[in-house]
């Protein structure tokens, strides 16, 4: 099956910072954009951040612009969220998902609908 593993999340106090992790299990990510979506309870899940696949391109949500990079290490194949002085409307379950080349949306859109191969997700609870 092909998907993402998220990890990396936890319980961190407003102001504390994490760096969360997303792997690919069963292709590579030479060749894919990859993105990273929050949901938090009872709302949609949004787009937060995308990179391209040699990492040299990125995109940010107005939301999360100053807060979050979205580094990727080509030699591991990971690309990961580094989300600092975290805010409790940071909490949420918070996933990656490939860019789908071929499905007609432009590169950098956080557009959901524009990403596949989820992963489970991983929990980011931030609370004092």
């Known amino acids: 099956q092909l998907q993402f593993v998220e990890s990396g999340g936890g319980l961190v106090q407003p102001g504390g910072s994490l760096r969360l992790s997303c792997a690919p299990s069963?292709?590579?990510?030479?060749?894919?954009?990859v993105g990273w979506f929050r949901q938090a309870p009872g709302k949609e899940r949004e787009g937060i951040s995308c990179?391209?696949?040699?990492?040299?391109?990125?995109n940010y949500a107005d939301s999360v612009k100053g807060r979050f990079t979205i580094p990727k290490d080509n030699a591991k194949d990971t690309v990961y969220l580094q989300i600092n002085n975290l805010k409790p409307e940071d909490t949420a379950v918070y996933y990656c998902?490939?860019?789908?080349?071929?499905?007609?949306?432009?590169?950098?859109?956080?557009?959901?609908?524009?990403?596949?191969?989820w992963g489970q997700g991983t929990q980011v609870t931030v609370s004092p």
């Open positions: 998902a490939r860019f789908r080349p071929d499905a007609g949306w432009p590169l950098g859109t956080l557009n959901r609908d524009a990403y596949d191969f």
């Open positions: 069963g292709f590579t990510l030479d060749y894919y954009a």
């Open positions: 990179i391209d696949s040699s990492g040299g391109s990125t």
